[in-house]
């Protein structure tokens, strides 16, 4: 367990998924947003996170078949769970300071974690992927980054548009990005939309934990 005074421990980790059907040999699909984390984050630790099994070309997949369904999801959930929660504890960090960023199936997979399990990471983005069925409850004290291109054939970006605004009603922490002339990729100006989201977007726990602190303030001294 990694000691709270040590200066060279990591101060948060991000959790990385790929999309279904590369190859385990292959170039990694994620360096470009390691990249970019880790150029805005210099004490982040990222961490990919290889879906488990192997389809009949030796492809790495979070489920078998070319769609994802429920009983997939129910398979792999415990996986990611399990994994996520074992990683953390070797870095002695909280689950606020922990992140997942998923591609594609590895974007569902991530959207769907923290519907199953709350308190499990503080921020998720998910690039060219969305939700297996419309969410019916905001995850609790979770940012959600939904980042996707308009030309997304595989994953149509009204899907998107439709569980960010079931999120909104739900009093979620939501943004989502719709950039035109992208198609189901990790695109250079996703990343970039992603790093902005980062920087700038304020939790709404932030806030209370903002207004909590000038409420004990003003109140009188006993």
Request: charged share 20%; hydrophobic share 45%; with cysteine.
């Amino acid at each position: 367990m990694t000691s709270p005074q040590d200066a060279t421990a990591p101060e948060l980790l991000f959790a990385l998924l790929p999309d279904s059907g590369i190859a385990p040999d292959g170039p990694d699909t994620l360096a470009p947003l390691a990249a970019a984390l880790q150029a805005q984050y210099p004490k982040a630790l990222t961490l990919n996170l290889h879906p488990p099994l192997r389809d009949a070309e030796g492809r790495c997949r979070w489920w078998l078949g070319d769609s994802p369904s429920q009983e997939g999801l129910d398979a792999a959930l415990p996986h990611l769970l399990g994994r996520l929660r074992l990683e953390a504890g070797k870095l002695d960090l909280p689950w606020q300071r922990v992140a997942l960023a998923g591609v594609g199936d590895g974007a569902l997979l991530a959207l769907e974690a923290v519907q199953a399990e709350a308190q499990l990471v503080g921020r998720v983005l998910a690039f060219a992927g969305g939700y297996l069925a419309r969410p019916e409850h905001a995850p609790q004290d979770v940012c959600v980054h939904l980042l996707h291109g308009l030309a997304d054939q595989r994953f149509p970006y009204r899907h998107v548009v439709d569980a960010a605004q079931a999120l909104v009603d739900l009093g979620a922490d939501v943004t989502a990005d719709l950039l035109p002339h992208i198609d189901h990729s990790l695109h250079p100006a996703l990343i970039e939309k992603a790093m902005e989201q980062l920087r700038s977007f304020i939790p709404a726990r932030l806030w209370r934990e903002a207004l909590i602190a000038v409420q004990d303030s003003e109140r009188p001294a006993c």
